[in-house]
């Protein structure tokens, strides 16, 4: 009997680390599925920055299709993410087209929000996902600095950088140095 008690006591130990361990690789996966929500939440109203891409980016990883909530997530995610990879409405296209688009892209994302804050214990609606702060002025702030970037690029305006006021070669050196780095942006 006391050798019962000894493999008892010997087994319950590592049972108990091994249920810690399993515990606490449960909550980092949770954890980490949370934080992707998070993210995708706080920029909706930016799809364009950084860590909205590196969220949806991210879920393929996070959300293996091991579980039904996670397969669902992958299908909504696939539906959005096949919408951001199509080509944007030309303005020749018409206004109609444009916001025929981004219409079912803003539905796209939503319908992803709603299924990853249901998995992971949110009761968000629609209306919760859609109402969202976005300042006009940084949409603003946007277009402008496209424009900017256009008219430059096409050889409307001119860039002048006066870093080396007594130095006329160096500034145009820079002033082409800028203005190469502009273009090789805009063609990435």
Known sequence: MEWLTLFAIFFGRIAAVQAKMWIQRETEKRNRKLEIFKTLMRTRGNPLSPEHVFALNTIILEFPCKTEPDTIIRKKWDAYLNQLNSPYP???QGKAVELAFVATRTKYL???LLVISNSQGFKFDEEDIKRVYAPIGHAQEYQQNQLIRYQLLQGNLELKTKLFPG????S????DALLAVLKKASIH
Request: aromatic share 0%.
């Open 110 to 112: 939503i319908d992803l």
């Open 90 to 92: 030309t303005p020749d």
């Open 167 to 170: 130095n006329v070669e160096k």
């Open 172 to 175: 145009q050196e820079i002033n």
